[in-house]
Every structure is written in C-alpha cells, then in structure tokens.
C-alpha cells in the first residue's frame, strides 16, 4: 500500500510562491506515475501536472509557465513548485500515484491513479 502525505501549502498573496511536496512511502515496485490535482470548492477536481517514467511532465493549461513539476528518487518525494500565483489557485491540492496509468495518453485524468493523499489547502489572496 502506498502512502502520500503532502506539506507545504499555506497562504500567500497574489504574484507570491509556493513549494508543495509529496512524500510517498510503502511502494515496493520500479516506480510510480505521479501527479498533483486540485479542487476548487463547488469545482471538480482537475489535474494540474504529471510526471511519468521517462521524465514527461504534462501541464495543465491554467498553470503553464507558471507551475513546475518534479521529482528526487532518492527521496521519494514529488515536488510542485508554484510561482506567480492567482487568486484562481486557490484549491485544496492533491498528491496522486499510480504503478499503471489505465489511459496512459491521459496523464491528467484522475481516473488513472490508484492512490492519494490527504490534500493540502493553498490560499492566495488578491
């Protein structure tokens, strides 16, 4: 069973930055497909970035430029790095894991990932 367990989050004003981490732990396979999604109150949640085998790292369109995914092995920590911030961030964020994706062309979907963590709330104010 894998844990995630994210930190990291907080509030920040508008333009500020942010780094939100995800530790995971109790994985025994090669490796894991990783990704962060957010939700948004009365919104659905939606993938914000991934990060596959190969080093891919898809984006959503909101945070292109602006957000940057990554990873140390060593570590097993997954690593979200959040700059120039906007109201519109705001979200409670979530770490995810999969030792599969079922739609391997869908990075983003949060159908693919099989384990999650607890969510961390981001806050930024205009």
């Known amino acids: 069973q894998v844990q995630l367990v994210e930190s990291g989050g907080g509030s920040v004003r508008s333009g500020g930055s942010l780094r939100l981490s995800c530790a995971a732990s109790g994985y025994t396979g090669s490796h894991l497909y990783m990704a962060w999604f957010r939700q948004a109150p009365g919104k659905e949640r939606e993938g914000v970035a991934a990060i596959d085998t190969d080093g891919l790292t898809p984006y959503a369109d909101s945070v292109k430029g602006r957000f940057t995914i990554s990873q140390d092995n060593a570590k097993n920590t997954l690593y979200l790095q959040m700059n120039s911030l906007k109201p519109e961030d705001t979200a409670m964020y979530y770490c995810?894991?999969?030792?599969?994706?079922?739609?391997?062309?869908?990075?983003?979907?949060?159908?693919?990932?099989?384990?999650w963590g607890q969510g961390i709330q981001v806050t930024v104010s205009s």
């Open positions: 995810a894991a999969s030792a599969l994706l079922k739609q391997w062309w869908l990075p983003l979907h949060s159908h693919n990932y099989d384990y």
